[in-house]
């Protein structure tokens, strides 16, 4: 059987080891975040107020699925009913800040996971430290695949779904630029790292917190939530539920198979 590595540290040589991954993560993502600032036109005019435009991607695809299938044609816009407005004086240098950082962020994603590896290698075995360059691979895989699922269809839906909402024909839609864009960042950078879902399983499982069985006896609740969720943030549609379900339902019967892999690869 491999040995895990006979290194020891203190608890606080660990502190120390942690202190100066987070400072490299830090400026990994400072970096990023420069790069975003200098493409910071782009990043707002083509990506952050694409799903404001109903000629956005997602409205047509939606559009033509309605039209293919006789369903819902509430994506078949023009236009959304609703401006957009900065009501504070640092508003928009507040917003050009954070949403560099946010951009940055993914950006140093593999560099953090490749931190993170680091950080926990000790206590791997060595046949699974040399397994980095998977482990970076899938991670941020998913985590991006993750991000462009929030994007592409999480944030149409909600955007949508919320701008058509009405409870009088006296109020109009007047949105705080700051909401819209803190929607937009929220849904892609959460739905991204719930992606990250089989990862977590799998050190879950390797230390033995989490087991198979455990999450099979739960699975009829798990997709209960899931349901809920897809309920929440699409429609009043088959289809659409169906489009958001599939991917998260998929991540859990994939982490159920991830825990049954550490399982035996434990005993």
């Known amino acids: 059987m491999a040995k895990k590595n006979p290194s020891e540290m203190s608890f606080l040589d660990h502190l120390e080891v942690l202190r100066w991954m987070l400072i490299r993560s830090t400026i990994a993502i400072l970096i990023g975040a420069a790069v975003a600032y200098n493409f910071s036109d782009f990043i707002f005019d083509t990506i952050i107020f694409g799903p404001k435009d109903g000629n956005f991607i997602t409205y047509r695809w939606f559009c033509e699925l309605a039209n293919t299938y006789d369903l819902d044609k509430s994506f078949c816009i023009q236009e959304l009913p609703f401006e957009l407005q900065n009501r504070t004086m640092e508003g928009q240098f507040s917003m050009l800040l954070w949403t560099s950082i946010t951009a940055g962020f993914i950006i140093a994603f593999p560099f953090i996971l490749w931190e993170l590896w680091k950080f926990v290698s000790p206590a791997l075995y060595e046949k699974e430290r040399k397994n980095i360059k998977y482990f970076i691979s899938i ?50 950078l959460a739905t991204g790292l719930v992606f ?15 087991s198979a069985q455990f999450l099979r006896d739960y699975r009829k609740y798990a997709i209960v939530i899931i349901l809920i969720i897809a309920a929440i943030v699409t429609p009043p549609d088959v289809i659409s539920q169906v489009i958001v379900t599939i991917p998260l339902w998929i991540l859990y019967e994939i982490s159920i198979f991830i825990a049954q892999f550490v399982y035996k690869k434990n005993k």
């Open 139 to 188: 991670a941020s895989l998913l985590f991006f695949i993750g991000v462009a699922f929030g994007y592409f269809i999480l944030t149409p839906l909600s955007i949508n779904f919320l701008a058509n909402l009405t409870i009088s024909s006296q109020v109009e839609n007047q949105i705080d630029v700051d909401s819209y864009i803190g929607l937009v960042k929220t849904t892609s």
């Open 196 to 210: 990250e879902l089989p990862i977590v399983i799998f050190f879950l499982a390797r230390l033995g917190l989490v």
